[in-house]
């Protein structure tokens, strides 16, 4: 059965710092690319970030850009978030996700698309106060 399960979500104030873990079972890790989407309080959910199968590229949406890091450790299967400089617009529930790692990764890097990924976490709640 495969399973995906977040956490690290907390309450903290603007400016700090958090990190996510994603922990994966159940599927060939190495095999996928793993991301991270959010949905805030009324709005679509959205991406984040993504990572290849070996970790060697990485995709980041323009608005975490610069503040948060994804990485990930095939040994554990776990992929996590850094997040730094957090602010009130970063609230939202924050999804792990999975999809099958394609030759064409490299020509078609449509990891921001949602619609790609198969395996979906509950969720973790993060909330930033001003």
């Known amino acids: 059965q495969v399973q995906l399960v977040e956490s690290g979500g907390r309450l903290v104030q603007a400016g700090a710092s958090l990190s996510l873990s994603c922990a994966a079972s159940?599927?060939?890790?190495?095999?996928?690319?793993m991301g991270w989407f959010r949905q805030g309080p009324g709005k679509e959910r959205e991406f984040v970030a993504a990572?290849?199968?070996?970790?060697?590229?990485?995709y980041y949406a323009d608005s975490v850009k610069g503040r948060f890091t994804i990485s990930r450790d095939n040994g554990k299967n776990t992929v996590s978030l850094q997040m730094n400089n957090l602010e009130p617009e970063d609230t939202a529930v924050y999804y792990c996700?999975?999809?099958?790692?394609?030759?064409?990764?490299?020509?078609?890097?449509?990891?921001?698309?949602?619609?790609?990924?198969?395996?979906w976490g509950q969720g973790t709640q993060v909330t930033v106060s001003s």
């Open positions: 996700a999975s999809r099958r790692a394609r030759a064409s990764d490299w020509a078609i890097p449509n990891y921001s698309d949602k619609g790609t990924y198969d395996f």
């Open positions: 159940g599927l060939p890790f190495s095999a996928r690319n």
């Open positions: 990572i290849g199968w070996s970790g060697d590229v990485t």
